[in-house]
């Protein structure tokens, strides 16, 4: 089975619809899904004379319409928008500095959640009754919006007001993997002590967050999740709309979890390229494909090896690996070009690395020799007392 590359059309700046490496098997996709934000009888009501903030972003769409859109015409009372990182259109880079400002179509107040200020304040909060979240997630822990979530929901019940979660299906929650975060290497990229791949919606994190008391201080937070209906963790969803400038496809999305670790190492993933997140190389390298990473606006800004020719592979077919068939994080790769070059060795890994992993004996695993198998089983125990404690959340046997 292989990696289902072209999707459906988008209703924005969508995903690539060229893209036809390999297809995957139609009877483990689902498409009768309903989202969370489909369901207004069940959340409707909750918002009758309320005023209401939305974290949102390109991702949030009822039908053909963004769901801002959709509020308001209903007749409920939006006062502002949060935005996440890449913005509330979804079009700014990964790390770019994102500025508050007024939606133009709106005219409401945009608010940025990303850089400096990643916690909504008293003051931002005070004109506000209720929250909604309703962002498309990837189900990687160092994606960072379920980290805007956290800080949400922390500011929220610390100043009385309630949030509502529009859940929506989790694309890589058809499995659990990777070392659980040591407290130790927490970040925006990384809060939780979970796993990199965690498996839930970003409506069972919140009941996590909270059930485990993770928020500040132990914090309760006043939060209600509208569930999505006819989905499970079994079968496949697909993203109708690309959640961040950098995962243009499905290849992208399922390659994220292990190709992302490469973000803490000298080798390029592709940023600064037409197949981000789907290709791996470096200077001075040997392989079988060349790309050279150029700025491109709103993507990838300053892309690393910028102007500099890459030689490496691509990554289109994960169908021999572990993700489909075992249901496991590939750490092939990044093992790989440990070893590929020796002279690089000495700069291989970053310290950003640590934060991506979660702990930091990764690096020294990985130089003193460890096998995938051999660095795996240090994980398990950690992982299978996660995967013990996330059946307690799960909204979707």
């Not at 075992?326 to 070059?341: A, D, F, G, V």
């Not at 992993?357 to 992982?383: C, H, P």
Request: hydrophobic fraction near 35%.
């Amino acid at each position: 089975m292989g990696i289902f590359v072209a999707c459906q059309s988008s209703l924005n700046d969508g995903f690539n619809q060229n893209d036809k490496n390999a297809t995957v098997d139609n009877s483990i996709i689902q498409d009768d899904i309903i989202l969370g934000a489909e369901r207004f009888t069940s959340y409707l009501p909750l918002l009758s004379g309320k005023s209401v903030a939305l974290v949102v972003n390109q991702t949030s769409v009822v039908g053909s319409v963004h769901l801002v859109d959709t509020l308001q015409s209903l007749g409920v009372k939006v006062v502002k928008v949060f935005a996440p990182e890449h913005g509330f259109r979804g079009d700014h880079s990964a790390g770019a500095t994102i500025k508050s400002g007024t939606d133009q179509k709106t005219g409401l107040p945009v608010i940025s959640l990303y850089g400096k200020n990643k916690k909504p304040s008293e003051e931002m909060l005070q004109d506000v009754d209720l929250v909604i979240f309703d962002v498309q997630d990837v189900g990687v822990r160092f994606y960072t919006y379920i980290s805007t979530m956290h800080y949400v929901m922390e500011a929220c019940g610390e100043q009385g007001k309630s949030v509502l979660i529009l859940d929506r299906p989790n694309p890589n929650g058809f499995y659990v993997d990777g070392p659980v975060l040591d407290r130790e290497y927490s970040s925006f990229i990384g809060m939780h002590p979970i796993p990199i791949v965690h498996g839930l919606t970003v409506g069972e994190l919140a009941h996590m967050i909270i059930g485990e008391g993770w928020l500040k201080n132990e914090v309760k937070c006043d939060m209600k999740v509208i569930s999505c209906l006819n989905y499970d963790h079994q079968k496949l969803y697909q993203l109708p709309i690309r959640p961040s400038p950098n995962l243009p496809n499905m290849n992208s999305v399922y390659l994220y979890p292990f190709l992302g670790l490469f973000e803490g190492t000298n080798v390029s993933i592709g940023r600064g390229t037409e197949m981000p997140f789907q290709i791996i190389g470096r200077p001075n390298e040997k392989g079988t494909y060349s790309f050279t990473p150029k700025s491109i606006p709103r993507v990838s800004d300053n892309p690393k090896h910028k102007n500099v020719e890459c030689i490496g592979e691509i990554v289109q077919d994960v169908a021999d690996s572990s993700l489909f068939k075992h249901h496991r994080l590939n750490l092939t790769y990044i093992l790989k070009y440990y070893h590929s070059n020796d002279e690089n060795n000495d700069h291989y890994f970053k310290s950003f690395i640590y934060k991506l992993m979660g702990y930091k004996e990764f690096t020294e695993q990985v130089s003193s020799g460890l096998n995938e198998e051999q660095i795996r089983s240090t994980w398990m125990a950690d992982l299978n007392k996660y995967k013990d404690m996330r059946k307690k959340y799960l909204l979707y046997q």
